[in-house]
């Protein structure tokens, strides 16, 4: 999973290396991501390289290797100690494309697993995921808050992505919108002319509403996770 400043950083020292054997200069990258310091580009740098996708060279300058690509990224085993992470899917749906290829999806701030915040804001990053969970339709990227879907593998800090909809059905996972101004990731059970929102942590209460205090934005297709 890579921010869309790390996707451009990490395409133009493939593309310049690729052109010309070496890597470009710090200025040269600072230049090309339209970036204020080169402390930025340390940052994507070290970024890069905590994710695997990059190595530095030892006692040479400008001596960067790009040791894969963002499509390769899933064949990279996990840390020691953590099981392979596999991204929660919904049934494929028709017209899904090639599970290499990627879509750029924005990302639209963070949602609560827990206690709800307020409704999903502007669109702050893009992130680039795989077409493999996505299939047709509109979908963006929510950062979570909080540990109440734990129980369905949904951790603090997983980015979550969402297929846009306003339907769903009773067991589905999705982004509820609660009196018009707080969001929050549940799972979601029609009780009647209820509807409840399930928390995945024996911490956190079910909540009940009315079938007019609940709007349904979106329901979850998979998650990435980052290990840092």
């Excluded at 451009?8 to 890597?23: T, Y």
């Excluded at 209460?205 to 290990?227: C, H, M, N, W």
Aim: aromatic residues 4%; glycine residues 8%.
């Amino acid at each position: 999973m890579l921010t869309r400043k790390q996707h451009e950083l990490l395409m133009f020292i493939h593309e310049r290396i690729k052109e010309s054997g070496v890597s470009p200069s710090f200025d040269e990258m600072k230049e090309a991501l339209d970036l204020a310091s080169k402390s930025g580009i340390h940052r994507l740098i070290t970024a890069l390289e905590e994710r695997g996708f990059l190595r530095r060279l030892p006692h040479r300058a400008r001596a960067l290797e790009v040791v894969k690509l963002p499509q390769q990224a899933t064949t990279a085993a996990p840390p020691r100690g953590r099981a392979p992470f596999k991204p929660q899917l919904v049934e494929a749906e028709a017209g899904s494309q090639v599970a290499n290829e990627t879509r750029e999806l924005p990302v639209l701030g963070k949602i609560a697993a827990g206690t709800p915040i307020e409704a999903i804001q502007q669109e702050r990053d893009r992130l680039h995921v795989p077409e493999s969970i996505l299939g047709a339709g509109e979908h963006f990227v929510l950062e979570v808050q909080g540990d109440s879907m734990v129980g369905a593998g949904i951790l603090d800090g997983d980015m979550v992505v969402i297929k846009r909809t306003t339907s769903a059905t009773s067991g589905d996972i999705v982004v509820a919108l609660v009196h018009n101004e707080e969001a929050t990731l549940k799972r979601l059970r029609k009780k009647g002319a209820s509807i409840a929102l399930e928390a995945a942590n024996p911490a956190y209460e079910t909540r009940i509403f009315g079938p007019d205090q609940v709007a349904v934005q979106g329901k979850l297709v998979g998650l990435l996770r980052s290990y840092h």
